[in-house]
């Protein structure tokens, strides 16, 4: 699943070649945004700018109309210059957005709706977004009291709520937990005062470095090269996840796995570091 790390540097990537620029093309194979599109023409807007919030990302046109994408597990998108052929075949089109220099394309995105700023500050699930870790007014301290507004859940699944801190994903989640010293598994009542700070400030720390860390240029996808040991080599990015069964980097000790919460996503830790 996309992480808040590559939405954020999607739409930083997507902010760079749009904003400022006039729509002139708008295609989409979605009803409702094509029903839209009908009665008030994208082509001819400006997009005035591109902007992550926790998972999801948000294209502002002129005239108060904004685009709103979710990428689940399957979406992606990717920036082009005219001409130049597509890496995805054209019916995983969903929307593309032409502008004189660029066009940028969502493959396969399972959520994109349209909004007036009105619709969007009511819509359910943003509303219930959590702090996000990647916001540059990043509140610690509101992020700290979301989680321990709710003492009954393992941190693992806490820290995957939207509700109570936005932006990390399953990779992150055990990273965080790892890099924090925390056992996943521990229900937030039990963690110290100091351990649930620990672990919002890495959270933020982790997934702030993967987005310095950018590739740059051209096309945006999802699932990039997170990392967070600091190594860039494939088999050393990652402190525990995906890692069942090889030695914990630091003590040695045999990288465990489970399933977790009610969703039953998959939790790596290492018992001897994470007790
Ligand atoms: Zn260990």
Known sequence: MPEGDTIFRAARTLNRALAGSVVTKFE??????ARIDVDSPIAGRSIDRVAANGKWMQIYFSGDLILLTHMLMSGSWHIYRPGE????????????IHTAQFI??????????FHTSATLERHPSLRRLGPDVLAPDFDVARAIDQLKSRPDLE???????????????????????????????RTIATLEPLEIETVVQNAR???SQNITDSSGAG????GG????????????????????????????TPILSRKQGRDARATFWCPRCQR
């Open 155 to 185: 941190i693992g699944v806490a820290l995957l709520q939207q509700s109570l801190v936005a932006g990390l994903g399953n990779v992150f989640k055990s990273e965080v937990c790892f890099t924090s010293r925390v056992n996943p598994f």
């Open 28 to 33: 989409t194979q979605l009803p409702l945004l």
């Open 85 to 96: 052929p597509w890496k995805r075949p054209r019916y995983h089109m969903r929307a593309a």
């Open 205 to 207: 720390k982790l997934m």
């Open 225 to 252: 090269m997170r990392r967070t040991t600091g190594r860039s080599s494939p088999s050393e990015r990652l402190y525990v996840y995906h890692r069942s069964g090889d030695p914990c980097r630091v003590c040695g």
């Open 104 to 113: 940028a394309v969502a493959f396969n995105v399972p959520v994109a709706e």
């Open 219 to 222: 096309i945006v996808t999802y």
